[in-house]
């Protein structure tokens, strides 16, 4: 993944130090544990920390999956990573980042294996794994990707990394108390984000705007409800974008 440098300009107003903080239980809740992209309503407020929590979710949970790998082999040995791919010769969907050397065996290459390791955050439309081993090489098994599969469980690499990033596109009213606005300016134009925290001050989400609404959040902070398009991540945050205030 190549990633472009390029000069940025930040602007940021209404800082957090000394300002007012909601009190607990001020953002409308959703229920624990319930909250999946396939669940999720628009027509429903959702408290920022449970989206975050949700979007997460996946991240440092030990997960096994399978696909047709793609590697680097000095001397018949896999030092870094092995890269999983749906089928032979298709774009790579997952990385993985080996714990320890791997030494690669006749036709490996050519059959599918199986990989466990670590999901790490993932941005991109790609996903990478930490600390992963080599389970076994050939055909075997496979469930659906969901999170509550045991590390045990083998998922089929494409589904898998579909399943992480099933939020991104889904539209989402949010409830949060506001943080701060930034601008940034950049080669490819200007970008307005609005950051809500939940009841402890914690950042959760990051929130784009066409025009900046900071006005009408300054001096009236707590429970902001908007309704947006999740985007991906930012800065450990869900990014959300082609946002609308609705309580403002």
């Known amino acids: 993944m190549r990633m472009h440098k390029y000069f940025l300009l930040v602007l940021v107003t209404a800082l957090s130090v000394g300002c007012k903080r909601g009190k607990a239980g001020s953002a409308v809740a959703t229920t624990q544990g319930g909250l999946t992209p396939e669940t999720l309503d628009e027509s429903k407020v959702v408290a920022v920390a449970d989206l975050k929590q949700a979007y997460f979710a996946w991240n440092g949970k030990m997960v096994s999956v399978y696909g047709y790998p793609s590697y680097m082999a000095d001397k018949g040995v896999i030092q870094k990573e092995i890269s999983l791919t749906p089928a032979p010769f298709a774009r790579w969907v997952l990385s993985c980042e080996l714990a320890a050397p791997v030494t690669e065996t006749a036709g490996m290459r050519d059959k599918p294996m199986v990989l466990k390791g670590v999901v790490k955050e993932s941005p991109y439309d790609t996903v990478a794994l930490g600390s992963c081993q080599l389970v076994s090489s050939g055909e075997t098994t496979t469930v659906a990707a969901q999170i509550a599969n045991s590390p045990e469980q083998v998922m089929n690499a494409a589904e898998f990394v579909k399943a992480y990033n099933g939020w991104k596109g889904k539209k989402v009213t949010v409830s949060g108390n506001y ?59 869900v990014n959300l974008t082609n946002c609308a205030l609705l309580n403002r």
Request: hydrophobic share 30%; charged share 25%; proline share 2%.
């Open 179 to 237: 943080h701060s606005t930034t601008t940034s300016t950049n080669a490819y134009g200007k970008t307005i984000r609005v950051d809500l925290t939940d009841a402890a001050g914690n950042k959760c989400v990051g929130a784009e705007f066409a025009v900046d609404p900071s006005d009408k959040l300054a001096g009236n902070r707590d429970n902001v409800q908007m309704k947006c398009e999740i985007k991906g991540t930012t800065f450990d945050m």
